[in-house]
């Protein structure tokens, strides 16, 4: 049943929740390594999916797949949460947050350019303007306003964050075609990214027992972030009218997460990266109005 108030207080509980992840990765990756807080936060993530599932009675789910869909969950794992977080937190700590967060936020351009060789799809225009225009508020964060000088603060950290764009595009794509229930699926991407984790922290990293404030920011990232969020979200979606009417709530998060950045983090937010994320927000949102058309 349809409640668009019940829709909007899930959709706004969701946006607040996703503001604050960027400030509590960098407040948690002074405690522990990139590859000790993935190893927390998706041991959290994982058990929060087990008690999903036990609570929505899916866990026979689990017994009807098959080996290509286990195989199939074990690459969705892959690139998400091993690949993406690792990624994703490594940019962050190497990276001011209020430069990884909105690279990071590129997503749903790279999810255009990928659409083209992996779904078939043309790229018109207006399309081509959207990328433009989301590259150049790239460009504006990346160097801090020197475009023409391609003055990169950190480009390695640039490309770190941008990568992770890709890398959630990619997830995205085969997910979407992946029809299984969402949340089994989700749970075994999540049970095989964390085999992975735990043997790149052992390889590369210790595993270690944190100092508590490491911990409690490992558990909200992997609570919060991997968890949830997710499936309030989800929830918010369900309830809506339209898809439309929460769905660009979602534009809110990271001018949101700008001010937790400066408030919590003490960042002084440069207006490089406020005209770069207007930048990135404007192609975004001129690229979803052609497929709001286009499906419409």
């Known amino acids: ?118 779904l078939n799809q043309k790229v018109n225009l207006k399309s081509i303007i959207a990328i433009i225009i989301s590259f150049f508020g790239v460009l504006t964060i990346s160097t801090q306003g020197d475009i023409l000088g391609f003055g990169f603060t950190n480009l390695y950290g640039a490309i770190l964050a941008l990568s992770t764009a890709i890398i959630w595009a990619l997830f995205w794509i085969f997910n979407k075609k992946d029809k299984r229930d969402e949340i089994p699926k989700l749970f075994l991407s999540f049970a095989f990214g964390f085999l992975y984790i735990f043997i790149a922290t052992i390889s590369f990293s210790e595993i270690k027992i944190p100092k508590i404030n490491g911990l409690l920011g490992a558990c909200y990232v992997g609570f919060f972030e991997m968890g949830i969020t997710f499936v309030i979200w989800s929830k918010a979606l369900e309830l809506s009218i339209t898809t439309a009417k929460v769905s660009n709530l979602i534009y809110l998060v990271p001018f949101l997460s700008l001010v937790i950045i400066f408030f919590v983090l003490g960042e002084d937010i440069l207006i490089s990266t406020i005209i770069g994320l207007v930048f990135i927000v404007i192609g975004i949102i001129l690229e979803q109005l052609k497929l709001t058309k286009k499906n419409a």
Not at 29 to 36: A, G, I, K
Not at 80 to 91: E, H, M, Q, R, S
């Open 1 to 118: 049943m349809k409640n668009q108030k019940v829709a909007y207080f899930y959709a706004v509980s969701a946006v607040l929740i996703w503001s604050t992840v960027a400030s509590a990765f960098k407040i948690s990756l002074q405690y522990l390594d990139f590859l000790q807080l993935l190893l927390i936060s998706a041991l959290v993530s994982t058990f929060v999916l087990t008690i999903l599932l036990i609570i929505k009675n899916k866990i026979k789910e689990l017994t009807k797949y098959s080996l290509k869909e286990y195989l199939r969950s074990a690459l969705l794992g892959f690139l998400n949460p091993f690949l993406y977080y690792i990624l994703l937190f490594k940019a962050y700590s190497i990276l001011p947050a209020q430069e990884a967060q909105p690279l990071n936020y590129t997503w749903p351009i790279m999810l255009v350019l990928l659409s083209i060789p992996l």
